[in-house]
């Protein structure tokens, strides 16, 4: 009988990582690009700016292709972890499988409204409002599906909450690790949001754009108070989790018997520490704002690789409680034995 | 490995199934076929006068990533994660075995969807450089279609797993017996697909010499599509037929009827289409049209049939059967038994978890076909055993009575243990199984009294029943022995005066003979030979098929048995029913 978990080389795990964090943000992006469109659409239609608009469009149409994204790297990073460990993942699935059904139907009206968005600004003269709510609406399926995917990596990380998934699926959105989870998300969404309206008002230094240098640096600074915002937020409710939980998963970082963890944890905190700098520097000093924004970018894919990194190389599941076996190198760790 | 089961209907799971396959291979054919349409357009342009050309590639080129990022990428998310659901063993031994393949799939998907977007963002950039500009959409293609083709071998494999099974070499599964006829019908069910999508934006056209210049250039290709796909599919059909995939199971209808329906339609969409869009394309109205269209959507239905219908017992053909049991580990199970402890029962101190043996064994094992059997009053849908035992008795004959059928695998006591649960099934739906009277040895034949001495007699097996099984029904168990030994019956004659199907006593020997079988719902669909078959193994327990070993407790010989309290049984995972009812119906 053969193995159905796959021996990959280790080198995999930094695709993998690499995978899961071009996918979560661009699932963060996914959630914010049509919010920040609507509130141009309707900053353009309060001030009467037609710069906003073309902004607004823009995002729009970024956020089409910003699907091929999310599924492209989604695909790759369900289909790395379950080759690591099927076991895991696919009983997960099956289990949540109520919610993901859900998730499914979610995401295929969030498609939708994101098509129909875009396809919209044809005919969005007569409907303003109604383009506006489109938008909103394609950002509020998201969230919905962003909490599924939570939900399912909460569940593929911790095991002993399959017995009660079993009999419940919907429990999990019961878990107060759950709620933490989602709202690390949501603020990752605001901070992925506010760059990528940095991003946008970089746009208007470029010498062949339209719009106005003012508008530009108003939108970079705008999306940095947005970031900052959220890092603080994200910083209040790491220490909620601290309070909650006790220092216990920075122990098993630091006791781990892989050895890059630890710089991958470096990379996090500079990262973090990195993206708070430029933030504020933007808002205080306001100089050099383009080149700011670009770094902003550049520190934020840092941080959340390093988090990312951190959380999916867990260390061996059979050291752990609860017999965590998500992305292991153990391909044959069976969820099962590790748990009794 | 064990997953956790989706409790659903079959009909519901296999409807499903179907409909995000076939949306997913409409999608994908229009995607991979209305790309190469995008560089024959191309190509038109650059060489005609008629800037309609290249304007029409542009709007293929946006419409195929539009179609990619948001049809066939949901489609196919979609599909993986329902697929997923209903067979996660299977897709995570697909994984092991093509984990090189997909990955390269998903690459050369990534290039694809790359490539395409720098050549519709780059058109009027390249304008000038319209040789570069095709190149690049020519990769895209190539990308696109080899992505395809990972996609392919896996589902060709699924059907013709060839020498994979024995060698367990990466190349035997990807080059498998049906591979290239597969891809070469995949290939022109795409461009058939693309074409009638061609076909109905021509039919849209006002102009009239550009509507018919289109109808003809993509008609043209659609038709040679279409003969080749009937060819394709001929080729494919043969190759199933090889491999043993066409026989058909029990009374549904044969997959190479579909198979056959779809060169048929292949070689009429083919005609029509020389007729009518080649040769006289000004004749080619929205009738014509619409009827090219229900072609396309029938023949990819059918291709669809054609797959889902030649499985056969498999989910992967010589190495998993369809209740995702692997063929090599049937053996193992027999002696170890398919019960083990799993991380997502929740299991109490010293108690085990809250299913029986024997439901356990049937979610595992049945409930992939006969999950409708799960809920009580669904008597229609339960097999029409009249006697205790019979259901044991016919899982002994299973293999030789349905040939097509997954092996039995799990040790005795689950065997008895299903056995017992499929009764209790019975009864909670109303049926009342009466005690097979003893059959009585002929003193004419032998080797037929040898037989039936040796076969299972009528008393229930010694497992434990469920919880809330009516007294009355042990005290019948026990009784029957008894009543065997003080008045055998005359010879060859059924001795059950309460038999429920109103058999006299002294109903001639035929028509007991025939009560003696062991009934069922599906008995029409068996096969004149597997009945004979099934009779000579009914005659020989100690036949390959039922030779388990684990029957000695049921022969003539052996003291009457009184079943077990639940406690005795050692693995069986007896607790209250209604604990396990709803445990189950939560999943």
Known sequence: ?????????????????????????????????????????????????????????????????????????????????????????????????????????????????????????????????????????????????????????????????????????????????????????????????????????????????????????????????????????????????????????????????????????????VGIVALVEILMSVLKWRGSAPRASLLAAVFLFLAVFGMTSIFSWQPDPKKQEGGRAFVSTKGDTRPGEATR | MQFPILETPPVVASALLSALSYLFAVLTGLMAGGAVFMLVAQKRGAGSIEFRWNDLARRVATWVLNLTLGGVALSGVSLWMVFIFFHPKMAAHLQSIFWGPLLAGWVFLTCGVALLAGYVFYWDRWRDRSGVHFTLGAAA?????????????????????????????????????????????????????????????????KDNLWREAVIQGVGTVTAVAALAGSVACLAWLVVLSFAGNLEGMGDEIPPIYFGAGVVVIAVELSILLVLTAVRRPESFGNVLCAVAVVSVVTLVAGIQAVQDKSQGPFLIQNYMYRNGILVSEVEELKEKGLWKPVAWMPEKEGAPPNVTLGEYNFRVQCRVCHAGWRKAGLSSGLPAFKFEGDALRYLDQIS????????????????????????????????????????TPRPTKKKTIEARESRPSAVPPPVAPQVGESSEDEVKAKAVPEKTLSSPPEEGVESAPEAPDGVSPQAPAPAAEENAKVPEKEEGGASPSSEAQAQKTDANPAGSSTAVGDHSDHSPGAAPSVPKPAAQVPAAPETKSSDADAGGEKQ
């Open chain 2, 141 to 205: 293609v190539v990308c696109l279609w080899l992505a395809a083709a990972m996609m392919v071998a896996v589902k060709s494999f699924t059907l013709t797993s060839g020498g994979w099974p024995a060698s367990a070499s990466l190349w035997r599964a990807i080059l498998n017996p049906s591979l290239v006829p597969a891809y070469l019908l995949w290939a022109a069910a795409a461009m058939i697909l693309a074409g009638s999508a061609g076909l109905i934006y021509a039919r849209c056209q």
């Open chain 2, 400 to 439: 030789a009575r349905h040939p097509f059928f997954p092996v039995f695998a799990g040790s005795g006591q689950e065997k008895q243990a299903v056995a017992i649960y499929i009764e209790g099934l019975l009864k909670k739906s109303g049926v009342s199984l009466a005690s097979r009277p003893a059959e």
């Open chain 1, 1 to 269: 009988m053969m193995e159905s978990s796959v021996r990959l080389p280790g080198a995999v795990d930094i695709v993998l990582a690499l995978a899961l964090s071009l996918h979560f943000l661009a699932v963060c992006a996914a959630v914010s690009l049509p919010w920040l469109a609507a509130h141009l659409e309707f900053w353009g239609k309060e001030e009467e700016s037609r710069s906003y608009w073309t902004t607004a469009s823009q995002l729009g149409e970024i956020a089409v292709y910003n699907l091929g994204v999310v599924f492209l790297f989604g695909v790759l990073s369900y289909l790395l972890a379950s080759m690591r460990a099927p076991e895991t993942l696919f009983a997960v699935s099956v289990l949540l499988a109520p919610g993901l059904g859900v998730f499914l139907m979610f995401l295929v009206v969030y498609v939708g409204l994101i098509f129909l968005y875009r396809r919209g600004w044809k005919s969005r003269q007569k409907i303003v409002r109604l383009h506006i709510l489109n938008a909103v609406a394609a950002g509020v399926m998201a969230v919905f599906c962003v909490a599924f995917l939570v939900a399912l990596v909460l569940g593929a990380v911790d095991d002993s909450l399959w017995p009660r998934l079993w009999l419940d699926p919907w429990s999990i959105f019961r878990e107060a690790d759950f709620w933490f989870g989602w709202g690390y998300a949501i603020f990752t969404v605001f901070m992925t949001g506010g760059v990528i309206v940095m991003l946008t008002g970089r746009e208007a230094f470029h010498w062949d754009s339209g719009s106005s240098l003012s508008a530009g640096a108003r939108l970079i600074r705008l999306g940095a108070f947005f970031s900052l915002c959220a890092i603080f937020l994200m910083v209040v409710l790491s220490g909620v989790w601290v309070l909650l939980k006790g220092l216990g998963p920075f122990r098993i970082v630091l006791s781990t018997d892989r050895p890059e963890l630890i710089p991958l944890a470096v990379v996090a905190f």
